[in-house]
């Protein structure tokens, strides 16, 4: 990044955001979007991925247009981008004509930066902004929506195919925070990217812990719901139901015994949604009990855990769910009740579905992670092709760990026997050659002439499917989706074959309903500890009350005013003047004129007092 460049950058991200430093690769990706290249930004949820654009949209001559596919998407980001000062708008169907035709001025009096509308709305608009508005380049938000190999396919993303035939000299950034190989290679030739510069962003977000909970059903699902929630006291969490009639079940249980809770589903009402979105986002309710189609559309950063009531259809949908809690780098949990059920009924929609054999492997594949005995988070980086050596330490398998034996003859005779069926077979037809069967099919393809036929006949083949579901999920195999599911070798896996590393894996053995029911006692006695408050604690729940007054007069989510993490810096540096909140994160000037004094003064009196 040149000097003038980064010094601009920089002032933009204290001035506005309040942040001193940029996030790994931010600062690349800006100067690539500076330099006109077109770019692709694969980068979590909570990750700062809306900072890569907005920014250089600050530097640029003209008008950034932001591709978003919901109006509550829409709605939040220009809120907080006015919270901070920055001129941003939003055109879609929610506005009157007299209110987009005033947008449409304000784009054309320079009175905009970031104008944030539908695919939709931008092809109707093309002739309009090609020969009026001067566009400095095309943000593409959740990119993932034009692949049909993507998770949350939307087939009005595919307008945006002939973006580079109207604008030919215009830059275009993609970002999407889900998004495999596949994927990622189907949205560069979707949207015609030219040389495109791709940033792929760490997927791992270790303030999020990761469990899974199996064979629980009815009343002892429910009860180990409660006592979760329990031990979350005043903390907003997103219940994730399979079925609509699910999250107003649940829902109705919670309210009557207290807990405060909504539920939110693609059935209701746009009246009743909206009012339900709305109390979560501002705090007036703690729990959504929802479908998927809830979440997409809001940036809430206090979100303190999810819960998947029922298992996710995919990988890439259940990290994007459970990205919706912890944006803000604090804490959160991520829990996920699984049973045989909801396979059964989530089997059931993927072979009526379109792509059903797509749809049928990626369950496979959250099914393996959901009965994983190993470290989750090694699980789910690899599926996006991230692999980490080192066990997390913050999931229920690291915590709760199952006996482990050294693999590498066994994943060696896997690896070898990939090489010599030239790695065109899937996990059924590899068992089959290593344990020497006789099958029409494995003798038609000539696979017991091999040298590794038959070489781990000493294993069944239930125990197979188990050792490289552990492969698989430790990043030694990747499954390639558009090769008929063939298992490839990785680097990783390279490197076993040849001996330059090893590989431990866990002994096949499920965990039993009295080691639940001990880990359930202790998770009941752990909530009597967290109700006890410290002085920090006491002080953060003070600027919390202070917080969502402000926002109740504003008449803007809470977390527009600041966020939990920049609350929580506040009770640990304990700022008394201007000078001293300025330098604390997430605070800027904007918000510091506005909101500063408020916050100072619950501070200062806390500090009197204690």
Known sequence: MSLANEISAKQILKQYYGYEIFRPLQEEIIQSVLDKRDTLVLMPTGGGKSVCFQIPALLLDGICIVISPLIALMKDQVLALRANGIQAAALNSSLSPEESAQVLRDCVDGNIKLLYLAPERLISELPFFKSTIQISFIAIDEAHCISAWGHDFRPEYTQLHNLRDFFPGISIIALTATADKITRRDIIQQLSMQDPNVFIASFDRPNISLDVRRALNGKMKFDEIVRFIRAHKEEAGIIYCLSRKSTEELSQKLRSIGISSASYHA????????????????????????????????????????????????????????????????????????????????????????????????????QQFAEANNCRRKILLSYFGEQVLENCGNCDSCKNPRPIFDGTRIAQMALSASTRCKEEVGVNMMIDVLRGSTRSDVMERNYHTIKTYGVGKEYSFKEWQQFLLQLINLGVFEIAFDEKYALKITDFGKEILTGKQTIQLAEVERETIIEKRKRKKRSSEEVEIKEVLTADEELFQELRKMRLALSKAEKVPPYIIFSDATLRAMTSSLPQTEHE????????????ELYGQYFLDVIKKFTAQH
């Open 267 to 366: 059935g209701m009402g746009n009246e009743d949604r909206d009012r339900a979105q709305e109390d979560f986002i501002n705090d007036r309710v703690r729990i959504i009990c929802a479908t998927i189609a809830f979440g997409m559309g809001i940036d809430k950063s206090n979100v303190r855990y999810v819960i998947h009531f029922n298992l996710p259809k995919n990988m890439e949908g259940y990290y994007q769910e459970i990205g919706r809690s912890g944006r803000d780098g604090e804490k959160a949990d991520a829990l996920l009740f699984y049973n045989v059920g909801d396979l059964m009924m989530l089997t059931k929609f993927a072979q009526d579905g379109k792509q059903s054999e797509l749809n049928l492997a990626k369950l496979q594949r959250m």
């Open 581 to 592: 909140l300025l330098d604390v994160t997430g605070v800027g000037k904007r918000k510091m």
